[in-house]
């Protein structure tokens, strides 16, 4: 066998070296017996080689004809069989492990395979695997980290063939995983055009997250014991500037379907910066989306959403959302900048994006923002003013057309209308006498009847049949219109009219059978809803007077506009077809007797213009706002009021309010001020029990 060895290169020295020099070097080789499990054999013949050389190379004559044959472009030393594993271990000393490994494995591969259990195998095998260690060593020095990896793993294998090793075998396995990390990093650094490299970076870089647990380091894992989360979060934020905004959307987007809150906040940074930097609005959309589903605690979602509000020119929406933010040092600098909202909100908006969300990838360069070239793009512009028309237009008829006129809780509706529009959080705006809340359990009670009630409220149950058959009716009228069952033949419609009068008929004369007796012993008294706020806290006069000094001059207008409805007398609106007016005076005695009640002034009745489910609503922010020790005054005033829709049992307005929200805690100090001009609001009324009543709202469009 030839190995690329000459003799100066065996014992040590350079060609120049002197005899004294040479025998030097060879004694501190003779000394320095790599003890790491060879066989005495190979040992004995590693020393005898080293002896020889020694011996040519102090040999005058002998060392000129060798280095006759070293300039004739001789190269490499002949070794015969028996010293062949010897002959490899000095060519690893030397300094040349990955030469050594590569012929070493060559040998334990047919046809040369050693004899089972001999001392040629086990002495191969051996130097295979340190030969491989520090190949791998070498490759890191020169951050090959990629080539490093691979002879580690050529060698686990090597070792697992042979069966033979198992604590070397554990060391090169644990060197590879903490070698992991520079793998990846060596892979996705290189040139984009080494594709088949980059994907197998990409590759390799998911799967050491999921094993991790996702980027928060949820699962115990083989990595932590050589990369702790601060490790991995210096290490993937010097990986990301080598992600295209593609790669990391998609990474990131895996990564928040394996439950992983960061990696969802990352994909809506990521879908900000692509939309924004490759002028796609539709992905702003898509990013608003993922950020309104992620729940991470102690965050304020708000601005973010409010600057995406703002890129797609939804001024007030952006407003509003600002104002709504939990951020007090946020809403004073917005309050107290010199200039107008609209500008202090540009500026932060410009900030977020050169510092947060354009950073950090591969195809997007980072410079200075203008928001000016974003709104001034034509397809921009184009984008907008499609968005105006279907928001207007085909996203309010599309939800009108898929909800049934029921007396469902606010936050249902709410919901229905974000996943057709795409653009309304009502969460965190305000509406007129509270923040919207979850009273799923009221409408529960209100919908609830057993056969104690049956058999000791039959006139209540009758009225509450009579208004379910109002709703009913409304969405039977909604399904003809849908089905275009009117075009269709008259004879199938008398006979589904006469089924409907039917069973109605049936329903009725089955109450009144078993209500008779009970009718004549008792009169028929309608109850309106009353609930009293037992825990009420007395409000001193002079602390109500104290508020009104400090308030605004905008508060001050409004409460001069609205005293006119002091003395608002509430009455059904009984019309079959109610005007504007009279729609515009049922709202403002609600929004009155509302504001009152919530600020501590009256009680609540309500139930001639206001569904169950709305005063119920109201009852439980009264009695939350009494556990806090506090109160709400609210001043509202309708500027503005456009039909949406009428039908004989539904109306639909959009109205526009300026509104002022003050929480006050009891000791008349003033804990926060909400400011809204104008404050939108969808207003949804429903024929019920012979009278239009106020069914559901939904502020913040």
Excluded at 62 to 76: A, D, F, K, P, V
Excluded at 246 to 251: H, K, M, P, R, V
Excluded at 365 to 392: A, C, P, T
Excluded at 478 to 499: Q, V
Aim: glycine share 4%; with cysteine; charged share 30%.
């Amino acid at each position: 066998m030839e190995l690329p060895l000459d003799h100066f290169r065996l014992i040590g020295v350079s060609p120049s070296a002197t005899p004294e020099e040479i025998l030097r070097a060879f004694q501190l080789r003779l000394d320095k017996t790599p003890n790491v499990g060879f066989t005495y054999e190979v040992l004995t013949q590693r020393s005898e080689l080293l002896r020889l050389t020694a011996d040519l190379l102090t040999d005058p004559e002998s060392r000129r004809e060798y280095e006759n044959l070293l300039l004739n472009g001789i190269s490499g030393l002949d070794f015969s069989s028996n010293r062949e594993v010897a002959g490899l271990i000095l060519l690893w000393e030397s300094g040349s492990p990955k030469e050594a490994f590569k012929i070493t494995r060559k040998a334990l591969q047919p046809p040369q395979t050693p004899a089972l259990g001999s001392s040629r195998e086990a002495d191969l095998t051996l130097l295979a695997a340190l030969t491989a260690r520090d190949s791998a060593i070498q490759e890191q020095q020169l951050r090959s980290y990629s080539t490093a990896a691979d002879f580690l793993h050529e060698g686990i294998q090597l070792l697992q063939r042979m069966g033979k090793l198992g604590e070397i075998r554990k060391e090169l396995e644990e060197d590879l995983v903490a070698l992991l990390p520079y793998r990846i990093l060596d892979l996705l650094s290189r040139d984009l055009n080494d594709q088949e490299s980059h994907k197998k970076g990409l590759n390799m870089l998911e799967n050491l997250i999921i094993k991790r647990g996702g980027l928060e380091g949820n699962n115990k894992s083989e990595y932590k014991d050589y990369l702790n989360q601060q490790e991995f979060e210096a290490f993937f934020q010097q990986i990301r500037p080598f992600l295209t905004v593609q790669e990391q959307i998609e990474l990131f987007l895996e990564l928040q379907k394996r439950g992983s809150l960061e990696a969802g906040f990352l994909a809506f940074l990521s879908l900000t910066a692509n939309g924004f930097s490759r002028r796609k609005p539709e992905k702003l959309f898509e990013a608003r989306r993922i950020l309104k589903k992620l729940n991470l605690s102690g965050f304020d979602s708000m601005p973010l959403v409010g600057c995406l509000d703002l890129l797609l020119a939804d001024l007030d929406q952006a407003s509003a959302r600002f104002l709504s933010s939990s951020d007090e040092n946020l809403r004073d600098w917005l309050n107290n900048y010199p200039g107008n909202k609209l500008e202090a909100i540009c500026i932060f908006c410009k900030n977020w994006l050169e510092n947060d969300v354009l950073v950090g990838y591969r195809d997007i360069d980072s410079k200075e923002v203008d928001l000016d070239s974003w709104f001034e793009d034509r397809e921009i512009q184009e984008f907008i003013e499609k968005l105006e028309k279907k928001s207007n237009k085909n996203a309010i008829r599309s939800n009108l057309q898929n909800q049934q006129i029921k007396k469902e809780s606010s936050i249902k509706t709410t919901e229905n209308l974000n996943n057709n529009l795409g653009n309304i959080d009502e969460n965190r705006l305000p509406w007129p006498g509270g923040i919207k809340q979850n009273y799923e359990e009221f409408e529960v009670k209100e919908n609830e009847f057993n056969e104690e009630f049956f058999k000791k409220k039959p006139i209540e149950f009758y009225n509450f049949l009579i208004e379910k058959f109002a709703e009913l009716k409304f969405s039977f009228g909604e399904l003809l219109k849908d089905k275009e069952i009117i075009n269709r033949s008259p004879y199938l419609i008398y006979f589904y009219a006469f089924l409907i009068l039917f069973s109605f008929g049936i329903g009725i004369g089955f109450l009144r059978n078993n209500s008779k007796k009970l009718i004549q012993d008792k009169s028929v008294v309608e109850i309106p809803l009353i609930s009293k706020d037992k825990n009420q806290k007395l409000i001193k006069k002079d602390n109500i007077q104290e508020i009104k000094k400090g308030s605004s001059s905008k508060l001050k207008s409004i409460t001069d506009k609205s005293t006119e409805f002091i003395s608002f007398e509430i009455k059904e609106l009984d019309k079959s077809s109610p005007s504007l007016e009279e729609i515009r005076n049922l709202i403002n005695g609600w929004l009155f007797s509302k504001s009152n009640y919530l600020a501590g002034r009256s009680e609540i009745n309500l139930s001639k213009i206001a569904s169950n489910g709305l005063i119920a609503r109201t009852i439980e922010e009264r009695r939350k706002d009494n556990k806090k020790e506090i109160y709400k005054e609210i001043n509202s005033q309708i500027i503005k009021i456009d039909f949406e829709s009428q039908s004989s049992s539904r109306i639909v307005v959009l109205v526009e309010l300026n509104y002022l929200e003050r929480i006050v805690k009891n000791s008349g100090e003033l804990v926060n001020e909400t400011s809204l001009n104008p404050l939108k609001v969808k207003y949804i009324l429903g024929f019920s029990n012979n009278s239009w009543k106020l069914v559901d709202f939904v502020s913040g469009l």
